[in-house]
């Protein structure tokens, strides 16, 4: 069964994508930026509506959910929006507990004890109290895949994640995103769209697709 | 001639549409109250706290000089020349009609508008042109939750305890104007006390309530509604004080053909 599936979604761009995402495997599905390729995450989240197709998230279509349950589901994917999505008047710690704080029961001091773990190991301890406006790009990226991944989440969606960044940045961001290993593949089911992806990456992901004129392509 | 009649058609049919928009959009965020996760209250009352730190504390000297400036230059004004045809009995009515009724919650409700209701709206507007409200919702949470609601609370909490102090601060500096001016301190108190009825003290937490409800709401809607373009924040922040101001005047103006 495949954790996430665009069923004949037609892109903005024209073209029409159809493609599953098997658990444990790491996919891209890279084009211009006039193909629409970024709306991909946002179909999956229920945040935009495909003209015509639909996207599943494990069987379910998360747009047509009541509101409520729309967003208790969105908490079981992690999303990395393209820029970094990070709230400008919250330090990166603050921004990265905030869907804890939000949406978990969990004590403040454990929700701090497992904050403390992720900045450590995304090595952002030494600037955790600063604000976005404050640090690099890289350093931001890194604080918003933070965000995405807190909740642990089986699926993660990722926008654009490497643009700007150096290869080994990108080759570290993807290991964090995959969440180790697992017997299948990855520990984590990951959907990367964006404009392209870096040589270095390449051989990491399990699957490539590439928008063309008017559908979405495997690439060898 | 078609032409000049759709254009006003068109724009009635705009107009009365936008405040339908605005309509839902204060029903769904009071009604997001309900429906707001017992771990985001948490969350919801820090952003609260804050926002009361920001646009009550913040705005304490401003209400207290506006205010005390205001009732001195009246109430001397009024001492001096009621004082000469016998009617300072007067005083107590302008103080408690003019000022404690009808400017005090105005000039109050004006101040905070002009200071934070902009603030509200090019801060949502920057979420929304950033993309942080998508990543807010992308995460499961609400941005009436965590954007709106808190303001609204914010305000409403902010603008009812300014337009007390506005009136306590107005009271005591129409004291030291009537006093300076040769009146007694307990003439002062008797035609103040006198004049002040109950649903003075009512229709004041009445314009509190509705004008907070109003900084609260206008500003978070042209905050949410704007495109991608960093060039439209400054417009929903023009939009949303512009709004304000007209909206607190026509409310104002409500509150005096009900309650007079």
Redesign the interface.
Known sequence: MALLRFEAVALPGGAVCDLAVPPNQVVVVSGPEDSGVGSLA?FA?G?EQPQAGRALVLDTEISRLP??AA?????R?G?L?????????LTLHDNIA??L??????HEHDIEGRIRIILTMMHLTVVAMSRPAQVNEEQRRRAALA?AVVFDPELVLMEQPFDGLTDRAAAELLEVARGGVAAGGSRRTVLITGQDLPHLLRARVDARYRVARDEVLREV | MRAPIAFVGSEVTRRVSQLGALARFFLDALGSFGTLPRAGRRVARHVLVNQIWFTALQAVPLVIVLSGLLSFLVISQAVRELGRFGATEIIGTLMVVAIVRELGPLLTALAVAGRSGTAIAAELATNKVMGEVDALEGMGIDPLHYLVLPRLGAAVVSVFCLIVLFDGVAIAAGLIAATANGMSTDRYFDVVLRSLAFGDAGVSIGKGLAFGAIIGTLPAFHGLRVGRAPTDVPIAAGRAVVGSIVAIFLCSALFVAVFS
């Not at chain 1, 967003?71 to 908490?75: E, G, P, Q, W």
């Not at chain 1, 704080?101 to 969990?106: A, D, M, Q, S, V």
Request: glycine share 14%; no cysteine; charged share 25%.
């Open positions: 946002r989240l945040l509101r409520a967003l208790a589901f969105r908490r994917v999303y929006p393209a820029g970094d999505g990070l709230l400008q008047n905030l869907p704080r939000f949406g978990t029961g969990l965000r």
